[in-house]
């Protein structure tokens, strides 16, 4: 592993949940429209992760040149949660209750949404602590370096 890969695992790690905690927050800021652009209620989205790959040609796997090795996280797809139903109340003031009085609010729970914010959060702690620590060894190995 070179030295600045570490580095470069933890910033993606970073990176994806801070992109998962605007995901989030962009969830619970839209937890009352009833419509969007196409005139249905927002539908929550979910974010998936996945690892980063340098494939590796068949050749090196035979010749073990390279080792499989981590290369950090991506966000591999943004998608709309289509297996929860919408939250459906009784308002028939409301502008966008259909002919019983009913109105279709998204599928979005703020407690799961809350829950999700703090796992994200506490992911990023955890890239941070890593890069800081690796940081930290790569001071001392120079600090060293300098004796």
Known sequence: MGLFQSFDICASGMSAQRFRMDTIAENIANVNTTRTEDG??????????QEKEITPSFSDILSDTKKFQGNGVKVASVTED???????????????????G???????N????MTNLIDSSRAYEANTTAFNA????????LNIGQS
């Open 82 to 100: 289509y297996e929860t139903d919408f939250t459906m109340e009784y308002d028939p003031s409301h502008p966008d209750a259909d002919e019983n």
């Open 134 to 141: 690796m940081k930290s060894m790569v001071q001392a190995g």
């Open 40 to 49: 249905t209620p927002y539908r929550r989205k979910i974010v998936t992760f």
């Open 110 to 113: 703020t407690v799961t949404e």
């Open 102 to 108: 009913y109105v279709s609010y998204p599928n979005v």
